[in-house]
């Protein structure tokens, strides 16, 4: 399938996707018959008023709805059973313009579904992206998702061969983590519908040959010293299971030197709103931020990140039955420096250039800190000296 830079979610340096031309049509035809699984685009003026035709045994109508916000883009569907559903787009200033494509997600579905994006006005043009699922005798509408800079490249494909298509968009959370909106590459996002609802399915172990192509359009990008590109190179890399070889390349590839302020963490779960006084953490290292950031969108692991007043240790001491670690939620100083030991592996992790090495130490840290006898001055030197190993490799 041949893509531009937008549709591969390279940021806005091209928004005019190149789609193959067996799977795009200019506009639907006014009573002919249009074939399935395939997107059509409309403008209202071309041509102009409703727009009706028929496909894979769907009657659809398309015209434009004006309102104070602009003139929206509506598509009417009508099954053969006679049922019907209406569904509006985004508004916008000018014509009104939609992609829209019918055919069978799930092969098992007894009716074709509907998808329809439309755009509206955004700092880089958005698109949003709908759908009509016949569902239990009744259409549904879904939300799918949103794009920006670019639309659809083609109809959904099954990606990993299970009969049923899925349908690719972009991470947009990784515009402006690390660069200018021009400068962000986006991972792909792997949706599935299912039971009249859109799936984020992009973790699934299936779709790994997905990420593996896209680590490869990326990887020079990364090896530039895009700092844009780098962020969605190594989360393509944890998905596709080859995260070590991509982290050693984006260590040596980044930009220290790079001015774009890295993102910062906020130490509690506001949900969009903003981080209270004193819970952000700012990073010092691009890849120490970059460790944080993909953790916290579900790439990787999530950091450990220790709250200011905390008082006991990391981990859950409602669960521990071993008498050391008893101990170590018993007393402040081994609870202090199992928060700091935490800290410090993971910003280690960030930074290391063996990976495995590190890896190896801290279990064999935790091995012989559980197994210890349980005795505080012991522990504590054990701690300390595994915590003057992290600082090292943490550059503290």
């Not at 883009?73 to 559903?85: Q, Y």
């Not at 844009?228 to 989360?235: L, Q, R, S, T």
């Not at 969009?272 to 953490?281: K, L, N, T």
Request: charged share 20%.
């Amino acid at each position: 399938m041949l893509v531009t830079a937008a549709v591969r979610g390279m940021g806005s340096r091209s928004v005019a996707p190149v789609t193959p031309l067996a799977e795009t049509a200019s506009a639907p035809v006014p009573g002919v018959p249009q074939p399935a699984n395939t997107l059509f685009s409309w403008t209202e003026g071309n041509p102009a008023g409703p727009n009706a035709f028929v496909a894979d045994g769907l009657g659809l109508t398309l015209s434009a709805r004006v309102t104070p916000e602009g003139r929206v883009p509506v598509v009417e569907v009508r099954g053969p059973d006679g049922r019907a559903a209406t569904l509006a787009g985004e508004a916008s200033f000018g014509e009104a313009s939609a992609q829209l494509g019918v055919g069978r997600l799930d092969p098992a579905s007894k009716q074709s579904a509907v998808l329809f994006t439309t755009f509206g006005t955004c700092a880089h043009g958005c698109g949003v992206v709908r759908l009509l699922d016949y569902l239990d005798g009744a259409w549904r509408k879904v939300e799918v998702g949103v794009i920006e800079g670019s639309q659809l490249p083609a109809f959904p494909e099954d990606l990993d061969g299970d009969g049923h298509r899925e349908i690719q968009l972009w991470d947009r959370r990784f515009n402006y983590a690390f660069a200018s909106f021009a400068g962000s590459y986006t991972p792909p996002q792997v949706l599935a519908v299912r039971n009249g609802r859109a799936v984020d399915v992009s973790a699934q172990l299936r779709f790994r040959r997905v990420y593996a192509n896209y680590m490869a359009e990326v990887e020079a990008e990364c090896r530039a010293h895009a700092n844009g590109a780098c962020p969605a190179y190594v989360a393509a890399a944890a998905r596709a299971g080859q995260l070590e070889t991509a982290w050693q390349v984006m260590l040596t590839s980044y930009d220290p030197m790079d001015d774009w302020e890295l993102p910062l963490a906020c130490r509690s779960s506001t949900d969009d709103a903003p981080c209270p006084s004193g819970q952000e953490v700012k990073f010092r290292t691009y890849p120490e931020a970059l460790r944080w950031f993909l953790g916290d969108l579900g790439y990787l692991s999530p950091v450990y990140l220790p709250q200011p007043d905390a008082t006991g240790p990391a981990f859950d001491c409602t669960k521990v039955t071993a008498e050391t670690l008893k101990l170590v939620c018993a007393m402040p100083e081994l609870a202090a420096a199992d928060r700091e030991m935490n800290e410090l592996y993971w910003r280690a992790q960030a930074l290391s250039r063996d990976p495995a090495g590190l890896t190896a130490d801290q279990r064999a840290f935790i091995l012989a800190r559980n197994n210890a006898p349980s005795d505080a001055f012991a522990l504590l030197r054990l701690y300390q000296a595994h915590l003057a190993q992290l600082a090292e490799l943490a550059g503290q």
